[in-house]
Structure formats: structure tokens, C-alpha cells
């Protein structure tokens, strides 16, 4: 069967903690990062520097109401116990999310385009978006050609992401028209990420949540 998720209110719950297979630490922190304008409802997720404004990233499938919508990431301190700690900790973006609704998600489902069968998969399969420059996203599908210059490493948010500083690596980029888009590193770097779909008791959409696989997968686990 496809990949089981875990119950990502754990990464966003202050002070969670694991442990990797290599004896290092974490610790994990949510942090906004700001709101996203979906003035369609169509959210996207991808790599911002290989596909926005390409005209070639597809919306997921399910929508929500258009409006205003908090994003934030999930960050982890990881500590190795034989390792000197230096004065700046070392931090990773473990999951960014897309809060739709401010209430508990009893399950999760994967965020799909309409070209991806799930019926298809195997075990622990996932469908997800390929990240070839250390970042994902969030925005809305209308905003897609709202970002100018960012292919040619210009533009708003490149100028967003270069002013992070020694913060979080997360960031809010305003584009054209009133559009914003929410962006941080991706765990540890490139690779192929999931997206899942958190739905309340009531099957209302609570969120989209992005995986960087930072947290190994048995920890937050669903009960």
C-alpha cells in the first residue's frame, strides 16, 4: 500500500522531539511565515526556482474557499551528542504547512494533481513534487505568472529568500496583484517530497502539509 502518513500536528507541536538512526537530536519549533492570498483555491506546491512561472505546475485537486491562509514551518534543532555545538544551532525545515481551518485533523490523505492515481502505487509509494534547489513553496494556481525573474534568479523571490538572514529558512514573497507566496528550504536538500491533506471529524479540509522526511517516520505516528 502507498505511504502511511503520521499525524503532522506532532511536527507542529512545540517541543516535540526524535532521534535519527545516527544518534542526532531534534527538537521541533513551528514559526509563521505568513499568509497566502488563494484567490481561486487551487493550491500549488513545488520547487519556485525550477517551476513557477513555467506554467507547468498543476494545482492539487482539492480546493478550499478562496481567501487568506497562514503558512508555517516546522523547524528542527538537531543536536549530535559527540558533536561540539557551535554558536549558531543547526536547524532544518522538517514540514511547511498551508493552516485552512484552525480545528484538529483526525486523518490525512495525499494531495493529488489530476494526472496521479493512487490506486497505482506501491508499497510505501507517495506521489510528490522533485526539488532540484533546496526549496518548496505554497501559492495560489493564478499567481503562477506573478513572480517575474525568478528563472533568471531575480525578482521578488529571490529578494525574499536572500533576506532571511540568520533566521528560520523560510520566507514570504509578494508578487504582482496582490499575490504572495510562502517558501522555505527543503529538510535536507533535494529530492521528491510529499504533500498531504489533513481533514477534521467533520471531513473539512484543516491543511495541506508538506513532508522534508527530516523526522524519521515512526515518530508521530499515527495511534
Not at 483526525?106 to 493529488?112: I, K, N, P, T
Not at 506521489?127 to 495560489?140: E, K, L, N, Q, S
Request: aromatic share 10%; glycine share 14%.
Amino acid at each position: 500500500m502507498p505511504m502511511t502518513p503520521p499525524d503532522y500536528a506532532w511536527h507542529f507541536t512545540p517541543g516535540s522531539t526524535f532521534a535519527r538512526e545516527n544518534g542526532t537530536k531534534g527538537t521541533l519549533v513551528p514559526v509563521v511565515i505568513g499568509d497566502v492570498t488563494l484567490p481561486t483555491g487551487r493550491i500549488v506546491a513545488c520547487d519556485p526556482f525550477v517551476l513557477l512561472g513555467s506554467g507547468d505546475a498543476e494545482p492539487f485537486t482539492v480546493t478550499v474557499a478562496p481567501g487568506r491562509y497562514r503558512a508555517e514551518a516546522a523547524i528542527a534543532t538537531l543536536v549530535r551528542p559527540d558533536t561540539p555545538q557551535g554558536a549558531t544551532p543547526h536547524t532544518r525545515v522538517a514540514a511547511a504547512r498551508l493552516v485552512i481551518r484552525d480545528t484538529p485533523a483526525v486523518s490525512w490523505e495525499m494531495a493529488l494533481d489530476e494526472s496521479q492515481d493512487p490506486a497505482v502505487l506501491g508499497e510505501d509509494e507517495f506521489y510528490g513534487y522533485g526539488v532540484d534547489a533546496g526549496t518548496g513553496c505554497f501559492y495560489d494556481a493564478a499567481a503562477d505568472g506573478s513572480f517575474p525573474g525568478t528563472e533568471e534568479e531575480e525578482g521578488a523571490v529571490w529578494a525574499a529568500m536572500e533576506a532571511v538572514g540568520d533566521g528560520p529558512e523560510v520566507f514570504l514573497a509578494g508578487g504582482e496583484d496582490g499575490h504572495t507566496l510562502a517558501g522555505f528550504t527543503s529538510g535536507w536538500g533535494d529530492g521528491c517530497y510529499p504533500t498531504w491533506i489533513g481533514r477534521d471529524a467533520e471531513g473539512r479540509v484543516t491543511c495541506f502539509v508538506t513532508d522534508f522526511f527530516v523526522v524519521p517516520p515512526q515518530e508521530g505516528a499515527s495511534a
